[in-house]
């Protein structure tokens, strides 16, 4: 099971940027997707959620309106496009898989990508 998370970087307050999840290894469109984030001294969040069909989503209240979570099944690729950053979105944000299966939940993690917003 892989979860490669790409599109991060440094970003200026009220820039966007785009992340990416490619995924493998696992069945991707039967599963729910999310991205947290972790900034430094805080727990890991709940930023985003999609469920597998991609019709329901759900947002943290501190990015609703700003940022768009999506997914690709044919490219087994979930998205986060963030618009109008601020500093305080500044974390490591990782990808995650939720998978309900007769055996059980299976959860999977990216690895993590650092967003850093400052001028």
């Known amino acids: 099971v892989q979860l490669v998370e790409s599109g991060g970087g440094l970003a200026q307050p009220g820039g966007s940027l785009r992340l990416s999840c490619a995924t493998s290894g696992f069945t991707f469109s039967r599963s729910v997707m999310s991205w947290y984030r972790q900034a430094p001294g805080k727990e890991r969040e709940l930023v985003a959620g999609?469920?597998?069909?991609?019709?329901?989503?759900n947002y943290a209240d501190s990015v609703k309106g700003r940022f768009t979570i999506s997914r690709d099944n044919a490219k087994n690729t979930v998205y986060l496009q963030m618009n109008s950053l601020k500093p305080e979105d500044t974390a490591v944000y990782y990808c995650?898989?939720?998978?309900?299966?007769?055996?059980?939940?299976?959860?999977?993690w990216g690895q993590g990508i650092q967003v850093t917003v400052s001028s």
């Open positions: 999609i469920n597998w069909a991609g019709g329901n989503t």
């Open positions: 995650h898989a939720l998978k309900l299966s007769v055996g059980g939940p299976y959860v999977y």
